[in-house]
């Protein structure tokens, strides 16, 4: 009887997978049709793989492909970033951000547009954010020690975020005039728009590199539900633990942040709605935030070119309009359920 009850629970949790899978899919292709230039599918599909090089050709696979691809490899990053942060924290509000390296990669690439190396070099701004999320993460275990604990990690976090933010206002301040400041701020609010394959074939293997660390923590994660000591007597090196996590969360991050800008709230939203649905298991949640990240990002990316405004609605913004309800009814249920 109890085989046949775990069996189950696995068939439901590969079901799960499985569903958000079939969703991913259905927006990736929604991604490659939806736009300025409506597209059939059959056309679509055509256009893509075929011979044609005509303008369909050109749209799908020079702006459309990249930004559908780019849109799931980085809401995968920030979905399964905060479900191993929440996780590692056990705290259910925990996210990428806390750990400094969304705002020191948005630091750096707003180094790059403020000194004109974006402007020269249009893979300058990726890589300046790319070693500005490496630079945080230096500065995090430099602060927090060998061995460091969760509450030296969220300060340490805490310190680097706020100092990189204090130097992102400053740059929008000082900028030389206001077009410089304008296209800071505009791409800190996020955005898929101006992404090709080369934005791509650079973000993917820091990204693959973090999402290896991160989904390799899942037993681990396991057992410190049980407490620390707990864990320890089971095997799990909590230092390792954090460093596998810290250093994962940079790399799928910080390569997130150098394509697409910052992204808020896809890291805090997905594993609140999948945790109750994987058994509030910190392990297998984090294939299924990964999962749901990738779709909540192409949903919003859809959503963004939908809004007929110009310039194009920021991703960014759409994402915080989401999240902001979402806690505003976690508060209310919080209220609701309170003794």
């Not at 180094?111 to 300046?128: D, E, K, R, V």
Request: proline residues 6%.
């Amino acid at each position: 009887m109890d085989r046949g009850g775990k069996a189950g629970l696995r068939l439901s949790y590969g079901g799960l997978l499985a569903a958000l899978a079939l969703v991913i899919a259905c927006l990736f292709a929604a991604g490659l049709c939806v736009g300025p230039v409506a597209i059939p599918p059959g056309r679509a599909f055509a256009a893509l793989f075929g011979a044609d090089a005509g303008p369909y050709s050109v749209i799908l696979r020079d702006i459309r492909l990249p930004r559908a691809i780019l849109g799931a490899v980085v809401g995968a990053s920030l979905g399964l970033s905060g479900a191993a942060l929440q996780g590692l924290l056990r705290n259910p509000l925990a996210e990428p951000a806390l750990i400094g390296t969304s705002s020191s990669a948005a630091l750096g690439a707003v180094i790059a547009l403020y000194y004109g190396f974006a402007a020269m070099f249009p893979l300058a701004l990726p890589l300046f954010a790319i070693a500005g999320a490496v630079i945080s993460i230096l500065l995090l275990f430099g602060l927090a020690g060998r061995t460091p604990g969760v509450l030296t990690i969220i300060l340490a976090g805490v310190a680097l975020s706020s100092l990189a933010g204090a130097l992102i206002s400053i740059a929008i301040n000082l900028s030389p005039d206001p077009h410089s400041a304008l296209e800071i701020v505009f791409w800190l609010m996020g955005s898929l728009s101006n992404v090709s394959m080369r934005h791509a074939a650079l973000a993917l293997p820091f990204s693959l590199a973090g999402w290896a660390m991160l989904l390799s923590c899942g037993r681990a994660l396991d057992a410190l539900t049980l407490g620390e000591d707990t864990a320890a007597s089971l095997g799990v090196s909590l230092t390792r633990l954090r460093y596998s996590l810290i250093v994962g969360t940079a790399l799928a991050v910080g390569a997130g942040v150098a394509v697409a800008g910052s992204i808020g709230f896809i890291g805090l939203i997905v594993p609140h709605i999948l945790r109750p649905l994987v058994g509030h298991r910190p392990g297998r949640l984090l294939a299924a935030s990964a999962l749901g990240g990738a779709a909540l990002l192409l949903a919003a990316d859809i959503g963004v070119r939908l809004i007929s405004t110009d310039p194009e609605f920021k991703l960014g913004v759409l994402t915080a309009v989401i999240g902001a309800p979402f806690f505003l009814v976690l508060v209310l249920n919080t209220r609701r359920h309170a003794p």
